[in-house]
């Protein structure tokens, strides 16, 4: 009786939990900022820069998590706390776990803008329309918008408290159809003419771009923010796997399905851009940001293109698809402190879509605060990839290496570069973003000091720190939520019954 | 599309795209052991 309840936890199969761990990591990011950035960052040279960085620092920093998810079967201050192998090391995982608070609550404002946009496609609503105005009414002010976005809250946040199951089930539709997505788009974007012009943006190779530490930082950037280490969806996700699925395995799979839509993406997006519009301009758009490719220059593109309000349709609902998966793993992420504290799964769901709904909607009526949102949760997550690299470094990551990751299920087994990967390439790679996406923020605020700027360093230290400081004076309080130990520091526990892993 | 363009398209999307579906593969031949916990 107990063997077929504890069957029922969990994931169904390695794959579902390897095609969960695909939706959750592919967001926005691979559809409209991968694309771009490449674009105008050497384009061959960036993608494999993109792709070594994956290989050598990221996929394996994503093992290391999905290991500690594993074998604490926690949320993420429990995860941090026991893997760590003290209470002071709670406070790690409870800053991560308010960095994902935070990225739920502006980032949902997205996905509001991706419906209304949905809609104009599917009507035709922004043909003849100035698109850069259409834009700045829509992000800015605007009531409709926020209702769009608390009401894509509530469905993100009943998502994930129907459990793993939900989130099986959804996937199996989230993710085929944004790969079918972005597939159909790309087969018509490389047949228009002039688009060989945009493929040679994208891949064209040169030494010095391959050389350029500029490069080498973008591309770090966006697998920092794309793939998912440092905001705990391998952590989360991990713990509703089975003790004898294979980590490396599905890890990589992951990697791999990132870095898929995100090269499909480019193949679809860059060369529709070179194909109507003059190079300068295209690259002009590349720059100008995620909002201004996707809602600004693809609108317009996808107005002049035969079949144009098909491939609208299909490429705003591939960033949906993309954003919505992951949305909803967040909240998983969130809710999982509550149920190791005991609180039930209807208040956990109560609390939650309250506090998501008041601290994004500020984001959802200002265009500012959102930017400014965005700005201090990317550099949020890069510290929590290094907190992960700690996490793995104090428990012993040859310990990790030989007792865990390597276990007999292992369909892919670790040799000891893996050591080095986490104990200096990942955390010197993340040290040395935050550093570089510091000093360009000071470059670009005279008053880089102030702590209420859109992009000071004044308002990362304010709010990171300001945070930080409040989760440190709790931290014994929180610890002491997290329940009991499961983890011996030898095998992985089962996978708990926390009212969210059927 | 030039040569050197279409050389590193290849070198990037060939592993990537072969190694997910082959990784995929594996995953599910492996699947009897992880299913039983």
Not at chain 1, 207 to 216: A, E, P, Q, R, T
């Amino acid at each position: 009786m107990e063997d077929n309840t504890q069957k029922k936890l969990g994931f169904s199969s390695p794959l579902a939990m390897a095609i969960a761990m695909i939706a959750g990591s592919v967001g926005t990011g691979n559809i409209w900022r991968f694309p771009r950035v490449a674009a105008v960052n050497g384009g061959g040279a960036f993608v494999i820069a993109y792709i070594l960085i994956m290989a050598l620092a990221i996929i394996p920093l994503m093992m290391g998590e999905h290991v500690i998810g594993r074998s604490t079967r926690k949320g993420l201050p429990g995860a941090f706390r026991d893997f760590i192998g003290t209470k002071k090391g709670t406070w790690f995982g409870s800053f991560v776990w308010w960095i994902v608070t935070i990225t739920i609550s502006y980032y949902t404002v997205v996905l509001a803008w991706v419906c209304y946009y949905f809609v104009m496609a599917l009507t035709n609503g922004y043909a003849g329309v100035d698109k850069a105005a259409l834009f700045a009414t829509v992000c800015e002010k605007n009531v409709a918008m926020v209702i769009v976005f608390i009401l894509l809250q509530a469905f993100s946040a009943w998502g994930a408290y129907k459990g793993i199951s939900f989130i099986e089930k959804a996937n199996k539709v989230f993710l085929p159809v944004l790969f079918l997505s972005v597939i159909i788009i790309a087969v018509r974007t490389v047949t228009l003419p002039g688009s060989a012009e945009g493929l040679n943006y994208l891949f064209d190779f040169e030494l010095h771009d391959f050389l350029s530490s500029k490069v080498w930082l973008e591309a770090l950037t966006q697998c920092l923010w794309s793939a998912g280490p440092g905001w705990g969806i391998c952590i989360a996700y991990a713990v509703y796997s089975k003790r004898k699925a294979d980590i490396s395995l599905a890890t990589t799979i992951q990697g791999l399905g990132d870095m898929s839509v995100a090269l499909l993406a480019g193949i679809a997006i860059i060369p529709a851009l070179f194909a109507f519009m003059p190079t300068q301009e295209a690259l002009d758009m590349c720059a100008s940001g995620n909002n201004g490719l996707a809602f600004i220059a693809l609108t317009g593109v996808f107005e002049q293109m035969p079949g144009g309000r098909i491939m609208a349709m299909l490429f705003f609902t591939s960033l949906m698809m993309a954003g919505i998966s992951s949305v909803i793993a967040m909240y998983s992420i969130v809710y999982q402190p509550f149920a190791d504290a005991k609180v039930s799964k209807k208040k956990t769901f109560v609390i939650m879509l309250v506090a998501t709904v008041l601290i994004g909607t500020p984001s959802a009526w200002s265009n500012t605060f959102f930017n400014n949102q965005d700005f201090v949760v990317g550099m949020g997550m890069v510290i929590g990839a290094v907190f992960s690299c700690y996490a793995l470094y104090r428990f012993g990551v040859e310990k990790v290496r030989t007792k865990l990751l390597n276990n007999p299920y292992s369909g892919m087994t670790m040799g000891k570069w893996w050591n080095f990967a986490i104990t200096v390439l990942a955390p010197l790679l993340a040290v040395a973003m935050f550093i570089w996406w510091c000093i360009l923020s000071v470059g670009w605020n005279p008053d880089w000091w102030n702590p209420f700027g859109v992009y000071s360093l004044g308002t990362l230290i304010l709010q990171l720190g300001g945070v930080g400081l409040v989760l440190y004076l709790f931290n014994n309080r929180i610890a002491d939520s997290a329940g009991e130990k499961l983890f011996d520091g030898e095998s992985f526990p089962p996978v708990p019954d926390n009212g969210f892993s059927k | 599309m030039t040569i050197k363009a279409i050389i590193v398209m290849l070198v990037c999307v060939i592993p990537i795209w072969g190694g997910l579906i082959g990784c995929i593969v594996k995953l599910q031949k492996m699947k009897r052991s992880g299913d039983e916990d």
